[in-house]
């Protein structure tokens, strides 16, 4: 036991009064006979026996009443295993919630506000000398920030507190708990506590898998935790959990749908939710949802843009208790040129040209250019939409790196083999392409019961490829009752062996794949079993030959299509940029123009933009003319905002290490001076011995009153 105003147990020398007057009043009586009253002998000794006993009492529940008041003026505390040292510096770590979620409102106000108000209640309990850690969950686990510092001048955390305002940025709170843990072991002061203030939601206490993957640092038994809940109001809020467009070619005048989830984080069913599409700013759809509470629905919308060029689009919800989840931004980019580089020898290019300038309404969109293996440099790859390869031999090795590098930053690749293309050697060159194993180039022999060719099977016809290709009848084409589509005659094919992350689109009869698709990096490939030429088959010359080309140039620039979209608070890396001396600007959503300095990134330059608080769409412009956008999202989970229940808070600190016993939590910031100073220092008793003294003083008060009436 430790007492917190020990010189006030000097006082302890007055219970010593009622025994000095108890002694004092004591007096011999002198014994004379009186044999008229000697029958009353017996009675008095019993009446002067109980009296006695009562005096003795007295003086007992009296030296008590005084004891009793001095211990507790003296402020007497039970310690504990966890309690520190009253006269210890200390470390602490105030961890305050500043997402969005927090701009909410109940009774007392703003959530935000309150978590300010009691984080100044916090700081109030510190005495200069103590190290203390002010840190925004918006800066946790952000890259290129360094880790927060601490301060001991009171003033200066007050004014840090005070001019904190709310964000866009979601994070976690087991990050938060991680950074603390490792700001507090560098301390060695000998009391460690860390004080949480947030509205608890459930999209805060749902774990970081990046972050679950280190944890190095852990609490120490010796750390004291303190959760300060904010908000106890029940809100209604619906947000946007995704937005997704379903892997289609997109372009102008066509269809495409725009898939969408909505979540509803209130208890209360919502009938005919308002949902609204917006293209360049003009309402395109509008659709009413019921979403049950608890529940996220999904639903499609199907959109027609009427434009090439850049595209903004955004998902608006009818307003709710909270609005910064409302609005879900997107952007497209419908090209007005696709820049098509086809790489071979005029043999070997000749029906690919021909293809594609086929058909007017499309080739009016393309820009096709030529050149050989060896004019293939980085400058021209990166002004090109999409490469086709004819006939990839050993001699093109040197410049497999270049294209891989084009292709993992969005570009499109279509592999077509030939005469040249030899397994062994295509395999250990186009290695850094990821392309699926070429096993043997298989020639089909004939013979008296079989044909002298192969041709095509069965065709994933979902894939966007075909999509709208074919009339309806024609659906039954390869593998069905019927074969409607005149299909090429294949006597010669490279058979590549489909690997885990390659898509076979269209397979032959004999089993092999006739067109195969691959993702590298942001980019797509589709790499040909045939040549397009007349060497191994008549596919050039099928009706085949023409659309497949031009839905696969078109397939292809979709990685450039859908542009970036990210989260508020984290960076942007930008698309290659084409020149190292352009002038590269990042437009915010205000108009405002922020430069961008390019880094060097292998044979590419790039850049990182990281001034990604606003949500919106930003616009990318090289000396001043727009060639990329990129959008910027609130975090779904910060739609989370039902309060998370105390398994899944535990869940979460068992997590980073923190044992239960350590963790007190302050529902009422008022109290938290009281309690901190309890946690620290042990559990006050003076309230206790208090109400005991009353009530000796009570049985004092009854006890004497009798004595009187008895003496009388």
Not at 148 to 164: E, F, G, N, T, W
Not at 504 to 532: D, K, W
Not at 650 to 657: F, L, Q
Request: glycine letters at 6%; charged letters at 20%.
């Amino acid at each position: 036991m430790t007492f917190l105003n020990p010189f006030v147990l000097f006082g302890l020398a007055a219970a010593a009064i009622p025994i000095i007057l108890h002694l004092i009043h004591l007096r011999k009586l002198r014994t004379i006979e009186f044999s008229t009253l000697s029958f009353l002998k017996e009675l008095q000794k019993t009446k002067i026996r109980r009296l006695k006993l009562r005096q003795l009492l007295l003086l007992i529940l009296r030296t008590l009443l005084i004891l009793l008041i001095v211990l507790a003026f003296a402020r007497p505390t039970l310690k504990g295993r966890l309690v520190g040292d009253s006269r210890a510096l200390t470390t602490a770590v105030v961890l305050l919630d500043d997402s969005y979620s927090m701009t909410a409102s109940d009774d007392q106000g703003e959530y935000f506000r309150q978590a300010r108000d009691a984080a100044l209640k916090i700081v109030s309990i510190f005495n200069e000398g103590d190290e203390v850690y002010v840190v925004p969950l918006s800066g946790v686990g952000k890259e290129g920030v360094p880790e927060p510092a601490s301060y001991r001048d009171m003033a200066v955390i007050r004014s840090i507190v005070k001019d904190l305002q709310t964000t866009s940025i979601h994070r976690h709170l087991e990050d938060g708990l991680l950074l603390a843990a490792r700001l507090l072991s560098r301390s060695r002061n000998f009391n460690k506590e860390v004080y949480v203030i947030s509205d608890f939601q459930e999209g805060t206490v749902i774990p970081d898998r990046q972050a679950a993957k280190n944890r190095d640092e852990r609490f120490g038994s010796d750390v004291r935790i303190f959760f300060l809940p904010i908000g106890k109001r029940e809100l209604q809020n619906f947000g946007i959990e995704s937005v997704t467009i379903r892997n289609s070619i997109i372009e102008s005048n066509r269809p495409f749908t725009l898939n969408l989830a909505v979540g509803n984080f209130s208890p209360v069913d919502a009938r005919n939710h308002l949902i609204s599409i917006f293209l360049n700013g003009s309402r395109v759809a509008q659709k009413g949802l019921d979403i049950p509470g608890g529940q996220i629905v999904r639903s499609e919308f199907s959109l027609i843009p009427k434009t090439n060029g850049f595209l903004d689009g955004m998902v608006e919800l009818e307003d709710d208790d909270l609005l910064y989840d409302n609005r879900f931004y997107f952007s497209l980019h419908l090209p007005e040129q696709i820049r098509v580089l086809l790489v071979g020898s005029d043999a070997d290019t000749r029906f690919l040209s021909l293809a594609l300038t086929a058909r007017a309404e499309e080739s009016s969109i393309l820009k096709i250019g030529k050149t050989s293996y060896d004019g293939i440099t980085s400058t021209l790859l990166s002004g090109q939409d999409v490469v086709i390869l004819t006939d990839p031999s050993q001699e093109a090795a040197p410049i497999v790196e270049r294209i891989a590098s084009f292709v993992s930053n969005g570009g499109g690749l279509f592999l077509f083999p030939g005469p040249k293309t030899l397994p062994a050697a295509f395999n250990r060159a186009y290695a850094p392409l990821n392309a699926p194993q070429l096993n043997q180039v298989e020639t089909i022999a004939s013979g008296q019961e079989s044909v002298s060719f192969v041709q095509i099977e069965k065709a994933e016809l979902r894939h966007p490829l075909f999509e709208g290709m074919f009339e309806q009848k024609d659906r039954r084409m390869a593998g069905g009752e019927t074969r409607s589509l005149e299909t090429p005659h294949i006597r010669t094919l490279a058979r590549f062996v489909p690997s885990q992350t390659s898509l076979s689109i269209v397979a032959l009869s004999n089993g092999a794949p006739f067109l195969l698709e691959q993702r590298l990096g942001t980019g797509r490939m589709l790499i040909a079993s045939i040549p397009a030429t007349l060497e191994w088959s008549d596919f050039p010359l099928k009706g085949l030959f023409v659309p497949l080309i031009h839905r696969s140039v078109s397939y292809l620039t979709q990685e450039q299509v859908q542009q970036q979209s990210a989260f508020t608070g984290d960076p942007v890396k930008l698309k290659p940029i084409s020149s190292q001396r352009a002038r590269v600007i990042v437009q915010t959503p205000q108009g405002i123009e922020a430069a961008v300095s390019p880094g060097l990134s292998g044979s590419s330059s790039s850049a990182v933009f990281s001034e990604t608080l606003q949500p919106g769409t930003y616009t990318v412009k090289e000396n001043s003319i727009p060639v990329a956008k990129f959008t910027l999202n609130v975090d779904p989970d910060e739609s989370k905002i039902s309060r998370a229940d105390q398994q899944s808070i535990r869940a979460m600190t068992e997590r980073v290490g923190i044992d239960e016993e350590t963790i007190t939590t302050i529902d009422q910031p008022a109290r938290a001076e009281r309690i901190v100073l309890e946690s620290r220092f042990g559990m006050e008793l003076w309230k206790h011995l208090l109400i005991a003294a009353l009530v000796i003083a009570i049985a004092e008060m009854i006890i004497a009153r009798d004595s009187r009436s008895d003496a009388s």
